[in-house]
């Protein structure tokens, strides 16, 4: 999955400066990315001058994705934002990348006072199941793989929080609360609410692989509360997020101040 912030560019023929473009990508499938125009289609629109107008494309494979830099002056980099500063660099001319990141930041250089960027959730990394050592058949894979240090895991985390604390069937939090609730992280204290948003369409879509079925079509606004509830209860059905999770959060302070204990 491809996002594409809202005011760095546009799909294909789109305006500049647009709104926010997400991109889903199956295995063999091209993503072109650059300035474009009538002769040079591309379904990322990067708004800015310094930047071709085929500055790249991403190509998706099983199990990761590759970077190709069509670029003859400029690297690009693609930032770990998970990975306390880890990146690489893609000089140009480079073709297939191989880029091993599960969340990665695409960011081109420009003449204005900050790059143009945008993310890419790669596709699901498979980890062996620690017991397979037979010389035989197929290995097993994780169904549900989560890297409990990425934070789509910690806003998981802050969704389960409520219902792990008091076992009771309490709202599921909306978006803003989750921002306030990870305020206090490290690593969740530049978290918007659209990051959070980006997070949870990803944990819906490419992590837990769920459906909201809903037949009457409800609004927006219904669907995205429907989303985090179908989040929740497979999480805590499965035991993918447990008690022992919530230690993950900042503290959780009451009315006097003091931390309050998780429900026994």
Request: net charge neutral; aromatic share 4%; glycine share 10%.
């Given at each position: 999955m491809v996002h594409l912030p809202q005011g760095s560019g546009g799909a294909d023929g789109g305006e500049p400066h647009g709104d926010a473009v997400t991109l889903r990508l199956?295995?063999?499938?091209?993503?072109?990315?650059?300035?474009?125009?009538?002769?040079?289609?591309?379904?990322?629109?990067?708004?800015?001058?310094?930047i071709s107008r085929l500055a790249g494309e991403?190509?998706?494979?099983?199990?990761?994705?590759?970077?190709?830099?069509?670029?003859?002056?400029?690297?690009?980099?693609?930032?770990?934002?998970?990975?306390?500063?880890?990146?690489?660099?893609?000089?140009?001319?480079?073709?297939?990348?191989?880029?091993?990141?599960?969340f990665s930041r695409v960011v081109l250089p420009t003449r204005g006072d900050a790059p143009i960027s945008f993310q890419v959730f790669a596709p699901d990394h498979l980890y062996l199941d620690p017991e397979a050592g037979v010389p035989w058949g197929t290995s097993t894979v994780t169904a549900y793989s989560l890297d409990e240090t990425a934070t789509y895991f910690l806003v998981l985390v802050a969704?389960?929080?409520?219902?792990?604390?008091?076992?009771?069937?309490?709202?599921?939090?909306?978006?803003?609360?989750?921002?306030?609730?990870?305020?206090?992280?490290?690593?969740?204290?530049?978290?918007?609410?659209?990051a959070v948003s980006s997070h949870i369409d990803y944990l819906a879509e490419e992590k837990l692989r769920i459906g909201?079925?809903?037949?009457?079509?409800?609004?927006?606004?219904d669907r995205r509360n429907g989303k985090r509830e179908e989040i929740v209860g497979l999480a805590l059905r499965f035991g993918l997020v447990q008690e022992e999770h919530l230690a993950l959060l900042p503290p959780l302070t009451g009315a006097g101040g003091r931390e309050r204990p998780a429900a026994r």
């Open positions: 199956g295995p063999g499938e091209v993503a072109r990315f650059g300035r474009g125009s009538a002769t040079v289609p591309v379904e990322l629109r990067l708004a800015d001058p310094a991403i190509r998706v494979t099983d199990d990761h994705w590759q970077l190709t830099n069509h670029s003859t002056t400029h690297s690009y980099l693609v930032e770990n934002p998970e990975g306390a500063g880890e990146y690489l660099r893609v000089p140009p001319r480079r073709v297939g990348a191989p880029i091993p990141f599960e969704l389960c929080e409520p219902r792990l604390r008091d076992q009771s069937r309490v709202a599921v939090p909306t978006t803003p609360q989750i921002v306030e609730r990870l305020s206090g992280h490290v690593t969740g204290g530049t978290l918007t609410a659209r909201v079925a809903d037949a009457h079509e409800p609004g927006k606004g």
